[in-house]
T-cell receptor
């Protein structure tokens, strides 16, 4: 069974640009969550989608947004990139909320 | 406000010995706890979990203990192997509310041969 797939694996952007990251969950999983990992802050929750609806949102500015499609694939978008947005962005999926989260390998975003 | 704390940034253990990783939490609404293992350049891998209605859960070499009154949980790895060397994250969630995972900052475990 294929795992959680995140694309691209690596990305370099300049300040002020916007970026879209993609996550394909495990087949049958309807919950997709996004996390940001930085050395200083650890793993921080961004948002969670379930059946195309955003159920929860973390404490991130409005520049961070996301969506989920009918096939459960999810995208997250960051607009007006800042240097501090450089991080590993991780996507996790589960078949139901609160159980068995499986993480992808992440997208390493570097903002220069 | 850090609701899940892993106070030891690193831990070094000899192969074959026990590794004990600790985690404290402050939010009494948390009722489900998970441990993840992470290698560099990879996503976290789920290891073991425990519900707040239990005080112990065991899976092979991994055992998690939960002390609700102390708001403390620990992960025991016995025996430790060099392949266990990784960053271990403790995570918690409240199944009755928003289901978001709140992570600690991780402990780097090094198992020396």
């Amino acid at each position: 069974k294929a795992g959680v797939t995140q694309t691209p694996r690596y990305l370099i952007k300049t300040r002020g640009q916007q970026v879209t990251l993609s996550c394909s969950p495990i087949s049958g999983h309807r919950s997709v969550s996004w996390y940001q990992q930085t050395p200083g802050q650890g793993l921080q929750f961004l948002f969670e989608y379930f059946s195309e609806t955003q159920r929860n949102k973390g404490n991130f500015p409005g520049r961070f947004s996301g969506r989920q499609f009918s096939n459960s694939r999810s995208e997250m978008n960051v607009s007006t990139l800042e240097l501090g947005d450089s991080a590993l962005y991780l996507c996790a999926s589960s078949w139901r909320q609160g159980d068995g989260y499986t993480f992808g390998s992440g997208t390493r975003l570097t903002v220069v | 406000d850090q609701q899940v704390k892993q106070n030891s940034p690193s831990l070094s253990v000899q192969e074959g010995r026990i590794s004990i990783l600790n985690c404290d939490y402050t939010n009494s609404m948390f009722d489900y706890f998970l441990w993840y293992k992470k290698y560099p350049a990879e996503g976290p891998t789920f290891l073991i979990s425990i519900s707040s209605i239990k005080d112990k859960n065991e899976d092979g070499r991994f055992t998690v203990f939960l002390n609700k009154s102390a708001k403390h949980l620990s992960l025991h790895i016995v025996p430790s192997q060099p392949g266990d060397s990784a960053v271990y994250f403790c995570a918690a969630l409240s199944t009755g509310s928003n289901y978001k995972l709140t992570f600690g900052k991780g402990t780097l475990l090094t198992v020396n041969p």
